[in-house]
Nanobody, 117 residues
Framework: QVQLVESGGGLVQAGGSLRLSCTAS????????LAWYRQAPGKQRELVALFTRGGSTTYVDSVKGRFTISRAMNTVYLQMDTLKTEDTAVYYC?????????????WGQGTQVTVSS
């Protein structure tokens, strides 16, 4: 199994910054794409940013130009700048399984990000 451990959430004022980290356990061959999702109260979970094994990145329109996803070894980061109150959500790290775990999706426990006005 791939375990994902997140850190870096917290409370910040609008306009501020936070950096989320997520470290994956196990062999790198067990997963390929790493991503960040978020879920706000009463809303569906949405993809925020994706970093593929090949190095491509994708962002949801609402965070383009403000968030940056990066990856180093078995850790994926989400640098969040110019935060807005609507960014308030629980943020989840996700790994797409590969190899022996092909077809599976692994999730972290979630980290709360709260942006105050």
């Amino acid at each position: 199994q791939v375990q994902l451990v997140e850190s870096g959430g917290g409370l910040v004022q609008a306009g501020g910054s936070l950096r989320l980290s997520c470290t994956a356990s196990g062999s790198p061959s067990w997963y390929n794409d790493l991503a960040w999702y978020r879920q706000a109260p009463g809303k569906q979970r949405e993809l925020v940013a994706l970093f593929t094994r090949g190095g491509s990145t994708t962002y949801v329109d609402s965070v383009k130009g403000r968030f940056t996803i990066s990856r180093a070894m078995n850790t994926v980061y989400l640098q969040m700048d110019t935060l807005k109150t609507e960014d308030t959500a629980v943020y989840y790290c996700s790994a797409k399984g590969s190899g022996v775990f092909y077809g599976e999706t692994f999730w972290g426990q979630g980290t709360q990000v709260t942006v105050s006005s």
